[in-house]
């Protein structure tokens, strides 16, 4: 509705435009993989809807995963929010192959999918039993991974009013390339640029499929 307001179009015509950025975020976030030291999590995106079940199993929630690469010193680098199928070994295998470089070191909770992980050549796998709700979060080992996905989320909700399941990794992949960015603020519509006049077109047919990662 801002960028409607902004640019004098109408709203049909903005959503799409604002599509075609997050898209073009989304594919340039793809390509980075984390490495040295990275907490991971599972997350949802959405919630429960009214009457449904509760839960993992909840209508309208899409698993994601949450990674985010810390110095040595702990503090946050840089992330990647993942939308996956589930939390299955094979599905946690084959999001760490694709992005975990050798010699990672990650630390997760103790969520069985998560063992896949260790099974990655040359990463290492730390699992700490957390116990759920509240207490998982104060984990100090978990501490960032945690803090950014309250920032996301909380994010959404101040920003977006309802984002739909099916664009769930553009809102992430949006978030996460202006975050990795974030210390470079004076370059981000120049580098958006450079990006864009790369990126295939997205016409209104493409970008309103279920865009869900396979």
Same mark, same amino acid.
């Given at each position: ?32 993989? !984390? $490495? =040295? ?11 429960? /809807? *009214? ?5 993992? @199993? ?52 103790? !969520? $069985? =999918? ?11 796998? /730390? *699992? ?5 709700? @509240? ?52 370059? !981000? ?26």
């Amino acid at each position: 509705m801002a960028l409607s307001r902004e640019l004098g179009i109408g709203y049909d015509a903005a959503w799409l435009l604002k599509h075609k950025l997050m898209q073009a975020m989304v594919e340039r976030e793809g390509r980075r993989q !984390l $490495a =040295g030291w990275v907490q991971l999590d599972d997350a949802y995106f959405g919630g429960e /809807r *009214r009457g449904g079940p509760r839960g993992r @199993g909840a209508d309208g929630k899409q698993a994601f995963v949450a990674a985010v690469q810390c110095s040595e010193e702990g503090h946050p680098e840089v992330m990647r929010l993942d939308v996956v199928k589930g939390f299955s070994a094979d599905e946690i295998g084959a999001w760490a192959t694709r992005h975990l470089a050798p010699d990672t070191v990650v630390v997760s909770d103790a !969520l $069985a =999918g998560f063992n896949a992980v260790g099974e990655v050549a040359g990463t290492s796998h /730390r *699992r700490l039993r957390t116990g759920s709700g @509240g207490h998982k979060c104060d984990h100090p080992a978990l501490r960032w991974v945690n803090v950014m996905l309250g920032n996301v989320k909380t994010a959404l909700r101040g920003t977006y009013h309802g984002p739909r399941r099916k664009y769930a990794q553009r809102y992430l992949g949006e978030f996460c390339y202006r975050f990795n960015r974030r210390f470079e603020l004076h370059r !981000l519509v120049a580098r958006l640029t450079y990006v864009l006049l790369r990126t295939p077109p997205l016409p209104y047919r493409m970008a309103t499929v279920d865009a869900i990662a396979g």
